[in-house]
């Protein structure tokens, strides 16, 4: 049978040297022919019906090729039934919408916890979207905490996310001891999560110093900062060993955790080097005075102080520095038994290092985070209110006063530090007045060119913009986008605010789908 190889060897040594037989051609070829106008059913004989019988041939030889490729093979999926309820198909196309805009992050992650806390999942493609655009460190948990064993499933032999699907299961599962002993650095991470959350006591098993120290370099600060929840005097072996790590950040992070152990040995010896090191005297007109003296070489335990963890300022020299830390990590409710007087008094009184003047501020506002002491952030933001990191600590109420005032004032720039600081949350009277502000000092007119002073203020504004549709309370949304959506201004200030008017408008969508849902 003349087969396509047949032809191109024809064609190759000339149709004179080895003529087609077109009696020969496959019966699929010869159908697919087309019949002379005579009615002869293929060309016969001589050297120009031979050559039209080849290129004819040729011509089937591609037609029948094109229409009949076959399809690939394929396989039928059969997915595991879901243990958790769909996402509702509003909400769904919801979720669409704010994947496909990036400035709209904040929002879509807003939305994505609440799927994740209602106990509801996502579609398997709508699951492959998000870890398309937007399974990111930090957010990875999130984006796999949505997922459930259909998705899981569906994605499980895919090239790229494949291990990732099977790590949704260990976001919202049960421990998995199989995916303790042979997950990966990630997975292993997930399970311990899941486990510190539901049993720390058990969790100590499993992460110890020598399991710590095989994670991969760039995951184990994250192993250690999981070690916060359910924190216990149970867990100091290992955070005494993590401050012998080679990584920076893994120190850091175990030295914040002995912090907040109170009565850890960290705790416990950098009180006996302010016993030793502070001193109170009393001046002049009863004057409070603080007197520090340098520790010596060897005093405290060198592994305590190998970087800058607690962040102190270079300009000071090392035996100050080292002393700054033993106070920073002193509990601020212990300075009245230790020295004689409490850390708000300190604040008032002169103190001195090795005779020279000291400013004990910096060091109390560092103590202040590291125990989280309301009173004292109070007293020290009083003292100095450009120190707007402090109101982050203070009680809800205080906190809300200080930013109000700071709106009607209309300092933008002390606006644009405070913003850093503001609760994830907002009231409805605190979620109007940022809106109001705003608005209040727009450059408006998108004809007209804005003011170098206009733009730079409200451009100081922005951080506030682009929090404002994922921090609005539900209640004064709509009140909110009425203020934003009757402005109007140019250049890049307008992309800002048309993303916060967008996000916005989401916002009160997504609020009216959940009211709908749960009616």
Known sequence: MSSFESLVRSATVGLGARPLDREALPPRIARTLSHPADGDALPRGGAGRDAALALDAAAAYALVHRVGIESAATTAVTLPSSSRQPVPDRLSSLLSTLMADAGQHSLLCAVLRFVRDRGMAVAPRQAAALLGGHIRRGYDELVLGVMDERAAAALADHPKWGVYARRAALCGGPFDRDAWDDGDCLGRLFCYRRLRAQDPRLSREFLTPETLRKQAADRRAEFVWAIGTGLSPADEPLLEKALEDSKENVRKAATVMLCRLDGSALVRQAEDAVRRHVTVERGPMRQTRIACTPLEPGEIDARYWLDASLGVPRQFEPTAGRL????????????????????????????????????????????????????????????????????????????????????????????????????????????????????????????????????????????????????????AVPEALAALDSIAVEGQSAHRLDAAVKGLALRASFLTIVDQETT
Not at 374 to 395: G, H, I
Not at 428 to 437: D, G, Y
């Open 324 to 475: 700054m830390k033993a106070m920073i990590c002193v509990p601020t409710g212990r300075w009245k038994g230790l020295i004689g007087i409490t850390a708000s008094e300190m604040l008032q009184a002169q103190a001195a290092y090795d005779g020279e003047p000291m400013d004990l501020e910096w060091t109390l506002g560092r103590a202040a985070w590291n125990w989280h002491d309301a009173a004292l952030a109070a007293e020290l933001f009083a003292r100095d209110p450009t120190n707007v990191e402090m109101v982050a600590l203070m009680e809800e109420r205080r906190r809300e006063e200080i930013i109000l005032d700071a709106l009607e004032s209309g300092d933008t720039p002390r606006i644009s530090d405070m913003a850093r600081h503001m609760p994830e949350a907002w009231t409805p009277r605190l979620s109007l007045a940022v809106a109001r502000t705003i608005a209040r000092h727009a450059p408006t007119g998108r004809s007209q060119t804005a003011s170098a002073h206009q733009a730079r203020a409200f451009h100081n504004l922005s951080g506030l913009l682009a929090a404002l549709p994922t921090a609005c309370a539900p209640e």
